[in-house]
């Protein structure tokens, strides 16, 4: 199964600034997916992240708030904007090998103060 | 639509009993399901999968799940729980068509007591 390094694993950012997240992985994958987790809790698919195209967000997520780069097909990054304490969370990259089941980045973990 | 429910927020079972998560799901066509772990401050971990043939699927450290298609259901299962088994545990699901944007349930917490 591949593997994700993501970083920064964690970051404490004031408000109105951006932090940018970067996975990259050790093979080439179609697809990369991007999920928020509230701690404890389950996970929200931001947005799919396909090489050569736009980004597709999900319901009540917006490129302008949450900004996605795919220049390859090892490489993503996911960049939360104007940040506020609500943006505080675990923000997770993962790529899908077919049928396979999710691999996971270890997660940052962000907090707005 | 696909949609999961794990309708326990938390199991707790003694160290050697055996335990169940229980997760049902919803989709319109064909299932494939997961079951995932996450341990305190790590990341999440594949479990085991269910795609396609025997309905007992075995995974990872001695878990196993059941597919059950009539009751729409597929609940983690291990014979004798372990302390460190202790964990959040996310059931999820998609249409085999819907590629890569799983469905992941709300999670149950386990806790394995010595």
């Known amino acids: 199964s591949a593997v994700i390094s993501q970083k920064p694993s964690r970051d404490i950012c004031q408000r109105g600034t951006s932090l940018t997240i970067q996975c990259q992985v050790d093979?080439?994958?179609?697809?990369m997916f991007w999920y928020r987790q509230q701690p404890g809790q389950s996970l929200t698919l931001i947005a799919t992240?396909?090489?050569?195209?736009?980004?597709?967000?999900e319901s009540g997520f917006v490129i302008d708030k949450f900004p996605i780069s795919r220049p390859n097909l090892t490489f993503s990054t996911l960049t939360v904007s104007n940040m506020s304490p609500e943006d505080s969370s675990i923000y997770l990259c993962?790529?899908?090998?077919?049928?396979?089941?999710?691999?996971f980045g270890s997660g940052t973990r962000l907090t707005v103060v | 639509a696909q949609s999961v429910a794990q309708p326990e927020d938390q199991v707790n079972v003694a160290e050697g009993n055996p335990l169940t998560v229980k997760c049902t799901y919803s989709?319109?066509?064909?299932?494939?399901l997961f079951w995932y772990v996450q341990y305190p401050n790590r990341g999440l971990q594949f479990l085991l999968k269910?795609?396609?043939?025997?309905?007992l699927v075995k995974g990872s450290y001695g878990f196993e799940a059941e597919f059950n298609k009539s009751q729409t259901s597929f609940h983690l299962k291990k014979p004798s729980a372990l302390v460190s088994d202790s964990a959040l545990y996310f059931c999820?699901?998609?249409?085999?068509?819907?590629?890569?944007?799983?469905?992941f349930g709300d999670g149950t917490t386990l806790t394995v007591k010595p």
């Open positions: 093979s080439q994958v179609t697809m």
């Open positions: 999820a699901v998609r249409e085999y068509t819907n590629a890569g944007k799983s469905t």
């Open positions: 269910y795609i396609t043939g025997d309905n």
């Open positions: 989709v319109s066509g064909n299932p494939y």
């Open positions: 993962s790529v899908e090998a077919g049928g396979d089941g999710y691999t």
């Open positions: 992240a396909n090489q050569g195209s736009e980004a597709t967000y």
